[in-house]
Every structure is written in structure tokens, then in C-alpha cells.
């Protein structure tokens, strides 16, 4: 399970958006590592993104995405159960 803490609003939250992220990696016709890759350049983007809005330097928003990341990966996917058909 998600070690969030007891806020489910923000487990639902991550859950559909995950869930929407497998979909949508499995009907690109990608391999499951080429997904990977863009997810990681889908999450430098939204470092990119961050840092222009003022979240601190491209470098240092980058790096806290790099972090969230591996957090992410030491997470069951379990949760997406609930979402994938």
C-alpha cells in the first residue's frame, strides 16, 4: 500500500492518476521500458514546469522529481487494483 500516511483523498488521487499512466503505457504500443524512459522525461518536464513557476532552480526541482520517483518505486501497485479494469 501507498505509505502516505491516513490521507485517502490523496491515495484516490494518485491511484487514478497511476492507473490512467498504466492504461494509457500499455495502448501507446511502447515496450514496458521505453514507458519508462518517457516517464522519466514526462516527470523532468514537470520539474521544468515547477522550477518556472517559481518551485526553486531547474536543478533543484529536478532532483526532488528524481527523489519522488524513487519513492514512487518503493511502493506497492497494489493500490491500482482499484482502478485498472
Given at each position: 500500500m501507498l505509505k502516505l500516511g491516513r490521507d485517502d483523498a490523496l491515495v484516490d488521487k494518485l491511484g487514478a492518476l497511476a492507473a490512467n499512466v498504466v492504461e494509457e503505457a500499455l495502448a501507446s504500443g511502447l515496450a514496458w521500458d521505453q514507458a519508462i524512459v518517457?516517464?522519466?522525461?514526462?516527470?523532468?518536464?514537470?520539474?521544468?514546469?515547477?522550477a518556472n513557476q517559481g518551485n526553486g532552480t531547474l536543478e533543484q526541482c529536478t532532483a526532488h522529481a528524481h527523489g519522488r520517483l524513487q519513492f514512487g518505486m518503493e511502493q506497492s501497485a497494489d493500490v491500482l487494483k482499484a482502478w485498472l479494469r
Open positions: 518517457a516517464f522519466g522525461i514526462a516527470s523532468k518536464a514537470i520539474a521544468a514546469q515547477a
